[in-house]
């Protein structure tokens, strides 16, 4: 795992137009390894948003038909929350303040995150 790359990585995602911050996570524990960006509350935040992503991990057979989940957000009324998987492992998480978001190249920098995961 390249740590410096992986943070500069996360600071051009941060620093997309309408992303406030982004951070990587593992699922299981809420352990948040790498954040980037400026919002005031954003480990609690990440750290919570992993129960998300457990209460689906817990309920997948449910949505099987649908396949696996890809993505998924969370809209707020101050903020979108996102969630991804990130590598076989971590998950992305990102804030964002409005749903105005090039995702093509949201999707482009977290694939290039989780290539370096390995």
Not at 9 to 38: Q, R
Not at 87 to 106: E, F, Y
């Amino acid at each position: 795992m390249n740590t410096p790359e992986i943070h500069s990585h996360l600071d051009a995602l941060a620093a997309l137009p309408g992303i406030s911050a982004c951070a990587l996570a593992d699922p299981e524990t809420g352990m948040v390894l790498f954040m980037s960006g400026g919002h005031e509350h954003m480990e609690p935040l990440v750290e919570t948003a992993t129960d998300y992503w457990r209460l689906y991990t817990r309920l997948q057979n449910h949505f099987d038909k649908l396949g696996p989940l890809q993505t998924c957000a969370m809209i707020h009324a101050h903020g979108m929350l996102t969630l991804a998987p990130c590598g076989t492992t971590m998950i992305m998480v990102t804030i964002t303040h409005r749903m105005q978001i090039d995702w093509k190249a949201w999707q482009e920098k977290v694939t290039q995150i989780a290539s370096l995961m390995v």
